[in-house]
T-cell receptor, first 114, second 114 residues
Framework: DAGVIQSPRHEVTEMGQEVTLRCKPI?????LFWYRQTMMRGLELLIY????????DSGMPEDRFSAKMPNASFSTLKIQPSEPRDSAVYFC????????????FGQGTRLTVV | AQSVTQLGSHVSVSEGALVLLRCNYS??????LFWYVQYPNQGLQLLLK??????LVKGINGFEAEFKKSETSFHLTKPSAHMSDAAEYFC????????????FGSGTQLTVLP
């Protein structure tokens, strides 16, 4: 199993530009999570999908952030326009339904907005 | 709502010494608890999890954790630290109902001294 695949691994962009982060979850998993990690705020859940449907997006910082999951094997997190304070490592994780199941994390995308 | 508190953002131990990383949780329902490890520039990897049954849970790399309901704790231990254990460790609790995402603690950076 290839695990959760995120792309790109690193992204440097200028303030105001649109940024799209991509995630391919593990086949057979029906839950998908986007987390953001910063030194100041630690790991924050941005949005959670179940069976491709957004269940909880209360962690999405503002309207500049949007996430989609058009099918079970692909999700995107878009920031438009990007700002320097969006600089962070963004993780995608997937898992099976069920309270006793863990989430499997991708390697993350390190985003730097200059 | 559920939450976890990790006591000590930084812990240093000598190689061969006992590792003890503390985690206390808050949950309105029986908790599902997890410990993850993050090596530099990597995603999070599951060490172990508690769901139901035996309160002493063994994980990978010689780590174990004990669920103590009376103390609302889930501390992580390893009898003898190895240099390769140096990493950041996260405790997490899984929510219930529609909030099935993992909520993470702020993390504990473990340093192993030669």
């Amino acid at each position: 199993d290839a695990g959760v695949i995120q792309s790109p691994r690193h992204e440097v962009t200028e303030m105001g530009q649109e940024v799209t982060l991509r995630c391919k979850p593990i086949s057979g998993h029906n839950s998908l999570f986007w987390y953001r990690q910063t030194m100041m705020r630690g790991l924050e859940l941005l949005i959670y999908f179940n069976n491709n449907v957004p269940i909880d997006d209360s962690g999405m910082p503002e309207d500049r952030f949007s996430a989609k999951m058009p099918n079970a094997s692909f999700s995107t997190l878009k920031i438009q326009p990007s700002e320097p304070r969006d600089s962070a490592v963004y993780f995608c994780a997937s898992g099976r339904a069920g309270m006793n199941t863990e989430a499997f994390f991708g390697q993350g995308t390190r985003l730097t907005v200059v | 709502a559920q939450s976890v508190t990790q006591l000590g953002s930084h812990v240093s131990v000598s190689e061969g010494a006992l590792v003890l990383l503390r985690c206390n949780y808050s949950s309105s329902v029986p908790p599902y608890l997890f410990w993850y490890v993050q090596y530099p520039n990597q995603g999070l990897q599951l060490l172990l999890k508690y769901t139901t049954g035996a309160t002493l849970v063994k994980g990978i790399n010689g780590f174990e954790a004990e669920f103590k309901k009376s103390e609302t704790s889930f501390h992580l231990t390893k009898p003898s630290a190895h240099m390769s254990d140096a990493a950041e460790y996260f405790c997490a609790v899984r929510g219930s109902g529609s909030a099935r995402q993992l909520t993470f603690g702020s993390g504990t950076q473990l340093t192993v001294l030669p």
